[in-house]
């Protein structure tokens, strides 16, 4: 049986127990990292020598970095329609899921940690400011892109979604400014109504 191993509030785990909660796979989930411990414990290092969450046990395959677990899944159980047939459609899941790692998250990150984690006295300002520019300016560009489809590659929800589903959550539950982006809500409001993103997603920042 697949093992889960991250703590719930992580927005990488949700990732992953999202997309196993869509593909109907049974799994057992063991909280992980943060106040729980365990990821600097010698047989945890042996299977993620990052230390991090989440990490997956597949009856012996052993992954972690979310997103490549997510394509791991969605492959492996690409009946399930998470995993685009065609070689183009993969590659466009495959850009966004990239984009959200290398655009996204550099300006996500300084904002929610710098808002939910860190005391109002030791927050760094110009860094969360900065991380609201690019926020904005990355999740304008998907506005625009999701204006010419229901999700993020085409008409089916794909692991794209799951990741920049997580990501828009977490962005969107942030007591900030934010533009006027109506396909980016639209879309938001057909992935949330999700059963599996109720369960694992939708909750306080923490």
Known sequence: MLKVLGRRNSVNVQKVLWCVDELGIEYT??????????TQEPWFLEMNPNGLVPTI?????????????????ASKYSSKGLWPISLADRS???MWMDWQLGMLMPGLNP??????????????????????????????????????????VGESLTV??????CATNRWL?????RPSLPNLISWFDR????????????????
């Open 29 to 38: 989930q063991q909280d992980a990292g943060a106040g729980f411990g365990v």
């Open 57 to 73: 046990d597949d009856e012996g395959t052993v992954l972690w970095e979310s997103n490549a677990i997510l394509r791991y899944l």
């Open 92 to 94: 466009r899941v495959d």
């Open 111 to 152: 904002v929610f940690l710098g808002l939910i984690r860190t005391p109002p006295e030791k927050r760094d300002l110009a860094a969360i400011a900065a991380g609201e520019a690019r926020l904005r300016k990355a999740f304008t560009a998907l506005d625009m892109s999701l204006g010419k489809s229901s999700y993020v």
């Open 160 to 165: 794209a979604d799951i990741a920049l589903g």
């Open 173 to 177: 539950l942030l007591d900030i400014q």
């Open 191 to 206: 992935i949330r109504a999700r059963p599996a993103f109720k369960l694992h997603v939708l909750s306080e920042l923490s």
